[in-house]
């Protein structure tokens, strides 16, 4: 098989050249070379193991027509490859096939896999290396994929401003949008979550936005979000909840940080995400107010800046819990049953309806 | 006798594509779900039974996920389960502890008032007390002879929490009926207990800790408890493992049972995991063809990072394997051709090898033996029911939750037929002669 292709000059010791070629082509002249051991226990190629998910969801993207794959496959030869120059720059890679694909797949396995299943003529381009030995081509796949990926919160940051994403990033992507028009429009919470382009807010944005997905997924704001102005009044209903516990808990929230106030911190914003929608849910609040009376019975069983916790069975001094599963689950638990024991006495203590009670407003 | 199918979340996702072997992108688990009730258009049993520990919280880990636990709680069973429908609101919804996920623990991890909340606050019409599991059964022991210590003191917590849990729901008028559950180490111990219960107040007794007991030995403790309570009182038996062989139950009087054994038999047997009525008032029983995802299935993928296959050549032999099932379901391949290809397919899975090293292992031989009859008598043409008329031959392939759980569903619903033609047998038969039909059972 014979390529045209660009050359660029990077060393000495190896050729660079990149080229465009068909998804199944590339699967002939390369393999793709799963790392594993032989009997001797000698380890051989490098590449993991497909990743179903993975594949799966960079197919669905290439399958639209507007799909567009700019970053190369990037694929080493060390043998049965020959170059010839035409003119500066300009290439022709000739890849002997007699003995078998020669070329190993450095780069871009799950792609190719997705590609592969893909009933489509679509070009990719293909970086090619020719290096002079197996360790060398190892080498080249270590520090290739040893990248540091980008740092979360700017990922999120930039999601609601980009289309058309694949379904596990677009519910990412409206709750990131919430997070950011709490930060930054007159509400509640306006300035206090850190995002990468509000670095002095106090509030994690990761946090912020796990109580927002867990609502939209589970949740009261599942219903709220798919009616008219729906976004505007999930933005509400978290500006109003918020607005309620600064009201409860000012000494615990104005001038506090996460490591002085449980409050701020990834447990008490948790937690509270799970008091919010007990509230909105089982006694239909929305308004600031509505929050207030749901949130007077915990006013003085929290210890959110100092004393301890008293959880079932268990002591924690104030500054004990952390943002991990378990004392997340546990302040949950605390809250939400004190919350829904009042709710139950309120209900008990109203006077009897005399027509049928009507449904919470949702 | 009431079938009451105990839900672990046992939905599929009825836009699956069999063909691209995926769910819509955008599925989101749950929502876009269908419950059996839901895809077969009606409910294959009388009520659902949902555990305490299958939902989970803080310190039991359930199988829902945390938000989905909330919004169990939030909403009520009912209306979590779907099933607040009027076509639906004569089944009954029994909850328990689910001892079983705290059997390592010394006591149980709920007390008698929070459980009674949850069952009121969740809506459900029927709610077994704070049990605590006995093992060690022993059907030879008489009277209140035997029994560990730490048999006797779960038998003490069993019967403490029952009493504390009737006074709660009945301190907190609740909506659910109470059910005493009997705990014991032999027939007269549980007998002792259902006897005690009803002295307690209780007029529905649940038997636990039958899952490891064998059918013979349930009849003996149903006897012993039928003889120490009134004909009035009914019985339940929780977590009724047996279920193929309730037929050799109608004796005993039971009200109602709860499992979950026809929809998990359809992934989790060797063999028989494909039900369809038999003569009589038998079922009859398939074994499914295994043929799973090549880059999924846990064991395919180990021995790939092994190095032992290579993941290409799985995939092709899994096309291969599924292409041949569909030409077969449309008389384009013969059934030898296609049980090669399975079985091609197979021997990695089951052998570790490739086909041509171990093509002649009695383990192939009896898988093909198998294979062969549940593609000689295609019992996925001879079902009516929704699902096999919607997924034809897949629902016959073990492959994924999708296809498992449709086939296991497709079960509930030809079990369900079989209680009701042995409920209807009974009705016709004289009902008071207990000691033939004991006798009967036995043989």
């Known amino acids: 098989m014979t390529y045209l292709a660009v050359c660029a000059q990077q060393s000495s010791e190896h050729k660079v050249l990149s080229f465009a070629a068909k998804a199944a082509d590339v699967l002939r002249f390369a393999t793709i070379d799963r790392i594993g051991r032989d009997a001797q226990g000698e380890l051989n190629g490098f590449q993991r193991p497909q990743v179903a998910a993975h594949i799966r969801e960079i197919r669905d993207y ?78 080249q796949f270590v520090l290739i994929n040893n990248t540091k990926p980008l740092p979360k919160s700017l990922i999120y940051e930039l999601l609601p401003t980009v289309g058309d994403l694949p379904p596990r990033l677009s519910r990412r992507s409206t709750a990131s949008d919430l997070t950011a028009r709490l930060n930054f429009e007159n509400t509640a919470l306006r300035g206090y979550i850190k995002q990468h382009t509000c670095p002095e807010g106090i509030i994690a944005d990761t946090v912020m936005q796990k109580i927002i997905m867990e609502s939209l997924s589970n949740g009261v704001m599942r219903e709220l979000i798919r009616g008219p102005k729906g976004v505007e009044r999930c933005v509400r209903l978290v500006s109003n909840f918020f607005e309620a516990v600064k009201k409860t808990w000012p000494e615990a929230w104005h001038g506090q940080k996460p490591n002085s106030s449980r409050l701020l911190h990834g447990a008490g914003i948790q937690a509270m995400g799970d008091v919010m929608e007990v509230l909105a849910e089982r006694a239909g609040a929305r308004s600031v107010e509505d929050f207030r009376d749901g949130l007077a019975s915990l006013k003085d069983k929290t210890a959110w800046t100092s004393g301890e916790w008293h959880l079932e069975g268990e002591v924690r001094r104030w500054n004990s819990l952390q943002n991990v599963n378990r004392d997340v689950a546990l302040l949950k638990h605390y809250l939400v049953g004190l919350v829904k024991a009042d709710l139950r006495r309120k209900a008990k203590l109203a006077p009897a309806p005399l027509l049928e009670s009507t449904p919470a407003p949702s | ?134 093992f060690d059964f022993d059907a030879g022991l008489v009277g209140m002879a035997g029994g560990s210590a730490e048999a006797r003191q779960r ?162 032999l899994e096309a291969l394997a599924l292409g041949a099932l569909r030409a077969f379901d449309r008389d384009e391949a013969e059934l030898e051709e296609t049980l090669h290809h399975v079985l091609v397919y197979s021997a990695p899975l089951f052998e570790e090898k490739p086909h041509e090293d171990c093509k002649d292992s009695p383990t192939l031989a009896r898988l093909a033996q198998r294979y062969r009859a549940t593609l000689t008598e295609r019992p996925w043409k001879q079902c009516s029911c ?18 498992n759980k449709r086939r296991g569903i497709h079960n509930l619903a030809v079990y369900q037929d079989h209680i009701e033609r042995l409920d209807l047998k009974r009705a016709v038969e004289p009902s008071d002669d207990l000691p033939r039909r004991l006798c009967a059972a036995e043989q």
């Open chain 2, 155 to 316: 038998f003490d917590i069993t019967l403490e929490n029952a009493e504390g849990f009737l006074r709660e729901a009945r301190a907190m008028d609740a909506d659910f009926t109470p059910l005493g559950v009997v705990q014991g180490w032999s027939p007269d111990s549980m007998a002792d207990a259902a006897r005690r219960l009803v002295a307690m107040g209780y007029d529905y007794l649940a038997l636990g800790g039958m899952v490891p007991l064998k059918s013979p030995e349930i009849k003996l403790c149903l006897e012993a408890i039928r003889h120490a309570v009134p004909a009035s009182t009914r019985l339940h038996i929780l977590g009724f493992a047996k279920a193929d062989d309730i037929d050799s139950f109608h004796g005993y009087d039971i009200s109602s049972f709860d499992t979950t054994s026809p929809l998990i038999r359809a992934f989790k047997d060797a063999k028989q995991n494909y039900y369809l009525p038999g003569d009589g008032l038998a079922l009859r029983y398939f074994t499914s063809i295994r043929v799973p995802q090549a880059i999924e299935n846990p064991k395919l993928q180990r021995a790939v990072k092994k190095g032992m296959f290579r993941a290409e050549d799985l995939v092709r």
């Open chain 2, 1 to 134: 006798m009431k079938f009451i199918f105990a839900d672990s979340l046992d939905y599929v996702d009825p836009a699956f594509d069999f063909i691209a072997d995926r769910s819509p992108a955008e599925r989101q688990p749950y929502w876009d779900d269908a419950y059996p009730h839901e895809i077969l258009g009606y409910a294959p049993y009388d009520g659902v039974l949902v555990s305490r520990g299958i939902v989970g919280d803080h310190r039991v880990k359930g199988k829902y996920t945390a938000s989905q636990a909330r919004r169990f709680r939030l909403v009520g069973a009912r209306k979590f389960l779907r099933l607040d429908k009027p076509e639906f609101a004569h089944l009954e919804i029994f909850g328990d502890c689910g001892a079983f996920t705290y059997v390592q623990d010394e006591r149980p991890p709920y007390t008698p008032a929070e459980m009674a909340e949850f069952y009121d606050e969740c809506g459900f019409t029927h709610g077994a007390s704070v049990d605590h599991i006995i």
């Open chain 2, 386 to 403: 929704k699902i096999c008329r919607d997924a034809a031959i897949d629902v016959i392939i073990f492959r994924g939750s999708n296809r």
């Open chain 1, 62 to 139: 290439l399958e639209k027509p507007d799909a567009v794959l700019p970053n190369p496959i990037v694929v080493a030869f060390t043998e049965r490859v020959s170059v010839e120059e035409l003119e500066t720059g300009v290439v022709r890679l000739s890849i002997d096939m007699s003995a078998g694909a020669p070329g190993l797949v450095v780069d871009g396995q799950q792609r190719l896999s997705a590609l592969a299943d893909l009933d489509r003529d679509f070009q990719v381009f293909v970086s090619a290396l020719i290096c002079r030995d197996e360790a060398e081509l190892r080498r």
